[in-house]
């Protein structure tokens, strides 16, 4: 089943590392916290977006199956 | 009080005088009990003791084994009367399949400043709501029932001598606790209620997983709106037909809206679905606009609002929606976006500050109407709100900050005119006298969550 990147907003802090680990999917907001492109994760980013999710300091970015808001 | 100034409540509480006026709307119908309203008695506005209540409606319809309402509420087409009117047949089932026991609560918090209905009916009919969240416990196999509702001693007492009448009557098959939800705006949103009761803060979580899957506790959890509730409670009692004899083939049955007219008149009315706006609030050359939907709805002007009916099918494509049922009347001599301004403000410091774009994003954008609400506004202001409203939509684990977009953005749109005019220095209204209701004293201390 295809992954989307979802951030838990109640989480996240606005580190900002997962933009600078994934840029071709997350930019920053003008806060600081990220922008995720919408859709499911391509999977040539697979490995990318895998370390982007364990790297965030506070464990707010999440692979979760598509379309599970 | 003078009619208009509509802050109704003392500080501390917001609502130590729960409201008894309604009215009905709908012409009785034959047969019993055909007519509306159903939720509240024919007359009085007392509340309604059980004696009275299981001489007016039979005894409590138990069905002996769990399940058996679900089929019967899909008939009936009954939806969430907390405002996102999702069918209730759906979060039953998808609680009655959970592998352990559920929690089933009753969500009396209500939260939105301009809004009565709930504590109208638990204060009239708190028999109506405390069947349905048994019957709704006895369809998903719970036996941990709570009932949510914000701190008043009034209402409290009176809802645990009702639960204490029951008891003596044998009439309960679970305990009925009744909970204190903080006076917070978001306090009812499902899983901030789950929060709070889980002995948490009364703040919104992040879903997945939802609140029917892990909520109180941990545990599948059901919430339903109190309104809900006694609706659920007569459809035991009289079949999906009966239901379907008020509202519209789409959204049958009837509601409970807060009216707030453009004279200053506020009061809790039962109504059908599908009735015209027009025949609930007066939208005479004295209405600008209406708001329907509450603090998280959208400004709808005058002229549009009398074409249409409290419908979602109507409601939805003119960017509103029914939601919890608010109606307000705004009076032509009053200045709307400063209105919209002033419950932004409010809507801002209702956060939970939980998420970075609503945190951010809410002060600034009724910072930026608070411009535009003054004399010749800074013309970046708006320009500024537009693309800090576009950064906070969808951001949030609650729905807060989508809620408070759809109403500012409405406003912007409808009361265009007024815009013009502050850029000219002038306003339908200099004094600024206030409309809509907000609380007394917003909450600000970190307890205020708990």
């Known amino acids: 089943m295809r992954k989307e990147l979802r951030v838990d907003p109640t989480a996240c802090s606005g580190h900002g590392l997962c933009a600078e680990l994934l840029p071709e999917l997350i930019t920053l907001d003008e806060w600081g916290y990220p922008i995720i492109a919408p859709g499911p994760v391509p999977r040539a980013l697979d490995k990318h977006v895998r370390r982007a999710v364990t790297d965030c300091p506070v464990l707010a970015l999440k692979l979760l199956p598509a379309a599970s808001r | 009080m003078t009619p208009g100034t509509t802050v109704p409540q003392s500080a501390g509480s917001r609502w130590d005088q729960p409201r008894g006026g309604h009215r009905q709307h709908s012409p009785a119908q034959p047969g019993q ?194 309104e809900t509730l006694a609706h659920l409670a007569l459809i035991a009692r009289y079949g999906p037909d009966w239901f379907r004899g008020a509202g519209t083939a789409d959204e049958p049955g009837s509601m409970l809206c807060t009216l707030h007219q453009a004279d200053g008149r506020r009061d809790v009315v039962e109504t059908q679905l599908g009735t015209p706006l027009r025949a609930l609030v007066h939208l005479g050359p004295g209405t600008q606009a209406v708001l329907s939907g509450g603090y998280h709805g959208a400004w709808l002007p005058a002229a549009d609002a009398g074409q249409l009916t409290l419908s979602n099918a109507d409601l939805v494509p003119a960017g509103s929606f029914v939601g919890a049922g608010v109606l307000a009347a705004l009076p032509a001599d009053r200045c709307g976006i400063a209105e919209t301004a002033r419950v932004t403000r409010y809507l801002a410091l209702e956060s939970a500050g939980q998420c970075g774009p609503c945190f951010n994003g809410l002060p600034r954008i009724a910072a930026a109407l608070d411009e535009v609400a003054s004399p010749r506004p800074d013309p970046r202001a708006v320009t500024d709100m537009m693309r800090w409203a576009g950064l906070v939509e969808g951001r949030g684990a609650c729905h807060h900050p989508d809620g408070t977009v759809r109403f500012v953005r409405s406003a912007l749109q409808v009361f265009r005119e007024e815009i013009r005019l502050h850029t000219q220095g002038r306003c339908a209204d200099p004094a600024r006298r206030p409309f809509l209701p907000l609380p007394a004293q917003t909450a600000m201390d970190a307890a205020d969550w708990n």
């Open chain 2, 33 to 226: 009990p055909g007519g509306l309203p159903r939720l509240f008695p024919a007359s009085g506005a007392g509340p309604v003791d059980l004696r009275t209540h299981l001489s007016r409606f039979t005894a409590l319809p138990y069905l002996g084994q769990p399940g058996q309402l679900i089929p019967v509420l899909k008939a009936a087409g009954l939806t969430g009367r907390g405002g996102a009117a999702f069918p209730v047949y759906r979060k039953l089932a998808a609680v009655a399949e959970a592998a352990t026991r559920p929690v089933v609560i009753g969500n009396g918090a209500e939260g939105e400043p301009a809004s009565d209905k709930d504590k109208s009916l638990l204060w009239i009919s708190p028999h109506l709501v405390l069947d349905g969240l048994q019957l709704a416990a006895e369809t998903v196999s719970s036996a941990a029932v709570g009932l949510y509702v914000h701190r008043n001693d009034r209402l409290q007492d009176q809802l645990r001598a009702a639960v204490a009448e029951r008891a003596a009557a044998g009439l309960d098959q679970v305990p009925v606790e009744i909970i204190d939800a903080p006076p917070r705006f978001l306090a009812g949103e499902e899983s901030a209620l789950a929060s709070r009761i889980s002995g948490e803060p009364a703040m919104p979580r992040f879903k997945p997983p939802r609140v029917f899957e892990r909520g109180v506790a941990g545990r599948p959890t059901l919430v339903h709106n109190v």
